[in-house]
């Protein structure tokens, strides 16, 4: 079950990309609920948002592992 939250906080967090400030929130929520190892995963994610959008920057400091 785990790995579909990973999935399911991936599809959520692509579609609100267009918004720093939810997208923050969302990546907390994740930061609470995911495995260390599946934080790691997300943190490259969202490394990879932050190449197309870079404002979202300020959230990776929530997925330090």
Known sequence: ???A????TKEVL???SFD???F???VQ???KFLLPYELE????FVLSLIQINP???PSLSYLDV
Do not use: D, Q, S
């Open 29 to 31: 929520k994740a930061a």
């Open 24 to 26: 923050t929130k969302e």
């Open 55 to 57: 404002e979202l920057k």
């Open 5 to 8: 939250m990973f999935e399911y």
């Open 20 to 22: 720093v400030v939810l």
């Open 41 to 44: 995963e997300l943190r490259n």
């Open 14 to 16: 692509k579609k609100v």
């Open 1 to 3: 079950m785990a790995r």
